[in-house]
């Protein structure tokens, strides 16, 4: 998590940022979340959203430095979840414990309450029912729909939670110091197949769903199946839902041919193919935060940690070989 002065920092990522001193304000600064907040603790309030829309997607960062009883209720075609991205206490969301490491789901037919702590930032993510449905392969749909009618609290896997956090800050930090990105269309659904692959993760439990019998060569086909389509899309990322609902197979099938055949995850050999994208584009000439952001990666801390550990070297190095081999020859 962030620490105290990742406050500020959040504050400033923002393409909208919105400060408040009321929290009655803070409540109608998101946009179709019908909300009304009530302060618990006492003391001056003060409080920010910061938000980004593109294509079907919205993404925001909320700071509210007092403990506050929240309620409201979305859209019947929406689904919203946040992550704590920093928060020093407990807080109660629709009758469960609300922690640091906890997944609200705050869409769903009743609304939701969340009795929220002080210096809470969450980070938002909300999309069209329909699209995420969309983006499903057909058991992962009907499990969706059974499971997503009411706001709870739900536990992730860590890594599942950092990588909520890592998204979320990276895109807000991007996008705070190049704004005009939002207007590229190919970054912003390259955005979006991004947010759909993290809420289909987050939401759906694939341990849960029916287990089909696969042969080796069910599994081979599956594998070859997808490494086809990725080499389809040389220029843009495929994410792992994109293959699910290409090959009609839910996460779990696609997790355990590719552990079975190649000893690795569906996750891992995506992120392989999107770095070995982004060295294709640096070997080109293209900017480091061009090619990684054409590739799907956001944080760009972690990008260079994840090229490096790849290939040996920092993407910044390949580049400046790039350009010293291209002056000789001029």
Not at 36 to 58: C, L, T, W
Not at 240 to 247: K, T
């Given at each position: 998590m962030l620490g105290p002065v990742g406050v500020q920092a959040l504050k400033n990522m923002g393409t909208l940022c919105q400060?408040?001193?009321?929290?009655e304000e803070q409540a109608a600064l998101l946009r179709g979340w019908n909300q009304?907040?009530?302060?618990?603790?006492?003391?001056?309030?003060?409080?920010?959203?910061?938000?980004?829309?593109?294509?079907?997607?919205?993404l925001f960062l909320e700071y509210?430095?007092?403990?506050?009883?929240?309620?409201g209720r979305l859209d019947d075609d929406t689904v919203a979840i946040?992550?704590?991205?920093?928060?020093?206490?407990?807080?109660?969301?629709?009758?469960?414990?609300?922690?640091?490491?906890?997944?609200?789901?705050?869409?769903?037919?009743?609304?939701?309450?969340?009795?929220?702590?002080?210096e809470l930032v969450m980070g938002g993510i909300s999309v069209s029912r329909s699209a995420l449905l969309n983006s499903l392969a057909p058991q992962e749909q009907q499990w969706l729909m059974q499971h997503d009618g009411?706001?709870?609290?739900?536990?992730?896997d860590p890594a599942k939670?950092?990588?909520?956090r890592e998204f979320m800050s990276g895109v807000f930090h991007l996008v705070g110091q190049t704004p005009e990105i939002l207007e590229n269309r190919q970054i912003t659904a390259s955005m979006r197949s991004t947010v759909l692959g993290?809420?289909?993760?987050?939401?759906?439990?694939?341990?849960?769903?029916?287990?089909?019998?696969?042969?080796?060569?069910?599994?081979?086909?599956?594998?070859?199946?997808?490494?086809?389509?990725?080499?389809?899309?040389?220029?843009?990322?495929?994410?792992?839902?994109?293959?699910?609902?290409?090959?009609?197979?839910?996460?779990?099938?696609?997790?355990?041919?590719?552990?079975?055949?190649?000893?690795?995850?569906?996750?891992?050999?995506?992120?392989?193919?999107?770095?070995?994208?982004?060295?294709?584009?640096?070997?080109?000439?293209?900017s480091v935060t061009d090619a990684a952001t054409a590739w799907g990666f956001w944080h760009f801390g972690h990008f260079s940690q994840e090229y490096k550990k790849l290939f040996g070297e920092l993407p910044s190095?390949?580049?400046?070989?790039?350009?010293?081999?291209?002056?000789?020859?001029?």
């Open positions: 400060e408040t001193h009321d929290f009304d907040y009530a302060q618990i603790s006492s003391g001056a309030f003060s409080g920010y959203v910061s938000d980004m829309r593109f294509e079907d997607v919205h509210t430095s007092q403990s506050l009883y929240q309620s946040g992550i704590p991205l920093t928060a020093q206490h407990q807080g109660m969301f629709c009758g469960s414990v609300s922690t640091a490491e906890s997944m609200h789901v705050f869409s769903g037919d009743d609304g939701f309450e969340f009795f929220s702590p002080g009411q706001a709870h609290v739900q536990s992730l939670v950092q990588a909520v993290l809420l289909a993760d987050c939401l759906i439990d694939s341990q849960q769903l029916q287990s089909e019998h696969l042969s080796p060569s069910k599994c081979w086909h599956i594998v070859s199946e997808s490494r086809a389509l990725v080499h389809s899309r040389s220029e843009n990322p495929v994410s792992v839902a994109e293959l699910c609902q290409h090959l009609g197979v839910s996460r779990r099938t696609l997790q355990y041919s590719f552990q079975n055949l190649l000893n690795t995850s569906p996750v891992a050999y995506l992120r392989s193919q999107r770095l070995n994208g982004t060295r294709r584009m640096l070997k080109q000439g293209v190095d390949t580049l400046r070989r790039q350009g010293e081999i291209a002056a000789k020859k001029h």
